[in-house]
């Protein structure tokens, strides 16, 4: 999923999707482990998307909003 997506979502929206992404890596993983899954390449997708919600959750909770993401420098009044 895209980040401007995840940028779009409130807080506890993004911490079930979380939830269901880090649910869907385990059961790739397990399938991995017991049978040859149908598509590997979904894993390293599902680790990816993991990384991007628990990041954009982080900058909600600090308060960071895109401002370090485009290496501006906020000026103090």
Known sequence: MKPEKM????GPELEH???DLEQEKFNLEFRLSTQN???????????R????????????QSGARGSTATGEKT???
């Open 17 to 19: 999707m979380l939830r």
């Open 49 to 60: 998307d993991i990384a991007r919600a628990k990041t954009i959750l982080r900058e909600m």
């Open 37 to 47: 899954p149908e598509n590997p390449l979904r894993i390293r997708l599902v680790r």
């Open 7 to 10: 940028r779009e979502m409130s």
């Open 75 to 77: 000026k103090e009044p």
